[in-house]
């Protein structure tokens, strides 16, 4: 048998999870920031499973046990849905939660941490990046069909497990109040960025207002929905799914889209060396927006599409400014790599923000075009 180190306790906790078999090889697996992960293989009468086993970070997530619960009723619904479609095993296409052998979605090791383990998916691969335009194209369709098979599910049904995450108005009260502050008196190197930030307030209410109004429905969403987060098919590139299911709770729908293409469809990255790099790409923007009405077009209201693009600049507004704000709270939030990493960041953001906006009339012709084709 090959195990990692700290072999015993992996094996204590796979012993808790109804698995039936003998496990042969547990790893280390994933280059995830936030949980342990351990791709574990067993040997049973069907020959060779895998599975992931994962512990919880509770620095990330304070309460464990409520986004397990999130989790569990999510998947729960997903794969009942796929079952009415017919044609697959949602265990085979979806993120699927292995039960404890007391029927529990997790496990509370002596220490207080909480682990979990899901059916492998063998199947698919997920990619850091978008790499062509065909990519792009399925990036949104798999977050637009995870919005479409968790349309019936209400939100009510779900905890709020990350409390005032996406929401704009607050991001930008935590940045005047980071400013007020100036506890590194760093607020002198960022006078564009604060311009920019003040020429620009009117965008931070923008969809919440519209939610608290009732104008935009609170809906299942994702919250994560970087291109890592999607799995594809390693055979045909087709979407599979959505991984990482951890900041799934009630919101709106056009932020999942607004943070796909904010992240998706700016090749330069968050950390572009050259801010004349962080632009928009339209080619990646129409093949995600493409991709996504495909699955999501059906349930979305007008107005939900009407404010597609507008998404887009909210959240890299948002983004831009938690980024400033870190910056001049000495950078408590975010990992840096050197003393001025997010106050870059916040420029990249900015710049992104700005190249957006001279390509909004565009983004919305295309979408109008698509809704028409629909």
Aim: charged share 25%; aromatic share 8%; proline share 5%.
């Amino acid at each position: 048998m090959n195990f990692i180190e700290n072999d015993q306790e992996v094996l204590d906790v796979f012993s808790r999870f109804n698995v039936p078999g003998r496990i042969e090889k547990a790893e280390r697996f994933g280059s995830g920031l936030i949980n342990d992960t351990y791709l574990c293989e067993v040997q049973g009468g069907g020959g060779v499973r895998r599975y992931l086993l994962q512990r919880v970070n509770k620095n990330v997530f304070r309460r464990p046990d409520l986004v397990m619960e999130n989790i569990g009723t999510v998947t729960s619904h997903i794969a009942a849905r796929l079952r009415v479609q017919g044609g697959v095993d949602p265990e085979t296409v979806a993120p699927a939660l292995v039960l404890t052998r007391d029927n529990g979605s997790y496990h509370r090791d002596p220490s207080g941490a909480f682990w979990r383990m899901f059916h492998f998916i063998e199947a698919g691969t997920v990619l850091d990046s978008v790499t062509d335009p065909g990519h792009a194209r399925e990036v949104g369709r798999a977050i637009g069909r995870f919005q479409a098979l968790v349309s019936d599910l209400p939100p009510a049904k779900l905890h709020f497990t990350l409390p005032g995450f996406h929401h704009t108005p607050r991001s930008l009260k935590e940045y005047d109040d980071a400013l007020r502050q100036d506890a590194r008196a760093r607020a002198r190197e960022a006078g564009a960025e604060r311009d920019l930030v003040e020429q620009r307030r009117g965008l931070a209410p923008l969809l919440t207002d519209l939610m608290d109004a009732g104008a935009l429905p609170v809906r299942v969403v994702h919250n994560d929905p970087k291109v890592n987060n999607v799995m594809v098919d390693r055979s045909t590139g087709e979407a599979l799914c959505m991984l990482d299911l951890d900041t799934v709770q009630p919101g709106i729908a056009p932020f999942d889209f607004g943070d796909c293409v904010r992240s998706a469809a700016n090749p330069a990255g968050e950390d572009a060396e050259d801010l004349d790099a962080s632009r928009l790409d339209l080619t990646l923007f129409e093949s995600i927006a493409r991709g996504y009405l495909q699955e999501a077009g059906s349930f979305l209201t007008a107005k939900e599409i009407e404010l597609l693009p507008a998404s887009v600049k909210v959240i890299t507004f948002e983004l831009g400014i938690r980024f400033l704000a870190d910056y001049l709270r000495g950078d408590t939030y975010f990992k840096i790599n050197y003393p001025s990493h997010n106050l870059r960041r916040a420029r990249v953001q900015f710049r992104l923000l700005e190249s957006i906006e001279a390509a909004e009339e565009k983004m919305s012709d295309f979408i109008g075009r698509q809704v028409k084709r629909e």
